[in-house]
């Protein structure tokens, strides 16, 4: 079983940034593709950023790209997500996510991630 848990987020005025975390424990990490998405209420939860499982690529949300940044440390068996620049649109439930196989998978695909975190909200004021 593996759990993951993500920290770091919290209220920011807008042009701040914040370093979101996620940690894993039960299984390790590396072999698999992870991401981040967000969520409000009332809204469908939408992708933010995703990683390849060597860190080799990563796959960006047009509306964060140039200002978010995701990145991976296996050895730690942990992602980020580096936000800069926020705007109030990126208010959100943050949560990360394990994909469901070690293959290739399709970035912004719900279905492709199996193991989801409890998220951490992010509020980004105006």
């Known amino acids: 079983q593996v759990q993951l848990v993500e920290s770091g987020g919290g209220l920011v005025q807008a042009g701040g940034s914040l370093r979101l975390s996620c940690a894993a424990s039960?299984?390790?990490?590396?072999?698999?593709?992870m991401a981040w998405f967000r969520q409000v209420p009332g809204k469908e939860r939408e992708f933010v950023a995703s990683?390849?499982?060597?860190?080799?690529?990563?796959y960006y949300q047009d509306s964060v790209k140039g200002r978010f940044t995701i990145s991976r440390d296996n050895a730690k068996n942990t992602v980020y997500l580096q936000m800069n620049s926020l705007k109030p649109e990126d208010t959100g439930d943050y949560c990360c996510?394990?994909?469901?196989?070690?293959?290739?998978?399709?970035?912004?695909?719900?279905?492709?991630?199996?193991?989801w975190g409890q998220g951490t909200q992010v509020t980004v004021s105006s």
């Open positions: 996510a394990r994909a469901r196989t070690t293959a290739w998978a399709t970035p912004a695909a719900i279905y492709e991630y199996e193991y």
């Open positions: 990683i390849t499982r060597n860190g080799g690529r990563s």
């Open positions: 039960g299984r390790t990490l590396s072999a698999y593709t």
